[in-house]
């Protein structure tokens, strides 16, 4: 048995189990088509680009409108996060990351994303103003409790109590700061990373943001 495809350590959903002579197709597996529901944190920036790594920037109270969603679509060279598992060398991206050895230039893949939707409310308008359409917010101190929860969730030395010691800080210093979520359906080739998606959606709103949840919901037919 073996599987065919990764999950980053906060993800959930769908992972291909395959069994026997299946598993001689894995690479076929691997290249499928992908689908994920993300929830987007506005304002927030972190070295992992979600929320088991290092805050990096914090914008609160900043324009939020993203405009148009099919701006995120189409053909992209995305370079890898550098807290990926992409190997370089026999070592991964993750590794050479935390030893401080990340090359000058990060390997690069071509993604396509076919399609963005909106599935919750989430674009906040200017100065977060509250309404009947206001978007999902959360306050500072809410957001590092479920980091922290999470966090303490995944197994391995990844950094955890420098990541902890900051989402404590964050809390304290921003605890009564709302911070707005926007809520996608995402369809995309194989290989496409969700946090870095969310990083760009961040920038298109002339902020900054991290991917709060990821689920993926499909694969291929699956």
Not at 16 to 38: I, S, T
Not at 46 to 65: C, F, K, S
Not at 160 to 185: H, M, N, S
Request: aromatic share 8%; net charge neutral.
């Amino acid at each position: 048995m073996t599987y065919a495809g990764r999950l980053d350590p906060l993800a959930s959903g769908k992972l291909l189990l395959l069994v026997g002579e299946e598993c001689k197709e894995k690479e076929k597996y691997l290249g499928l088509d992908k689908g994920y529901e993300v929830e987007v944190r506005v304002g927030v920036k972190t070295d992992t680009g979600d929320a088991l790594g290092l805050i990096t920037e914090v914008w609160p109270m900043v324009n939020t409108e993203v405009g148009p969603l099919a701006k995120f679509c189409g053909m992209f060279t995305q370079a890898y996060p550098a807290y990926s598992s992409k190997t370089i060398g026999g070592r991964q991206l993750h590794e050479l990351a935390r030893s401080g050895e990340l090359p000058d230039e990060m390997p690069t893949k071509e993604i396509e994303i076919y399609s963005i939707e909106e599935i919750g409310k989430g674009l906040a308008g200017r100065g977060h103003e509250k309404s009947s359409k206001q978007a999902d917010l959360l306050s500072g101190s809410d957001i590092a409790a479920q980091a922290i929860g999470n966090i303490t969730k995944v197994n391995g030395d990844f950094r955890q109590e420098e990541i902890i010691t900051g989402w404590k800080k964050f809390g304290r210093e921003y605890g009564a700061v709302d911070f707005p979520l926007i809520k996608l359906r995402v369809a995309c080739t194989s290989g496409t990373y969700m946090r870095s998606l969310a990083e760009r959606i961040g920038r298109g709103a002339g902020t900054v943001a991290f991917a709060f949840s990821i689920k993926r919901t499909k694969i291929g037919e699956f």
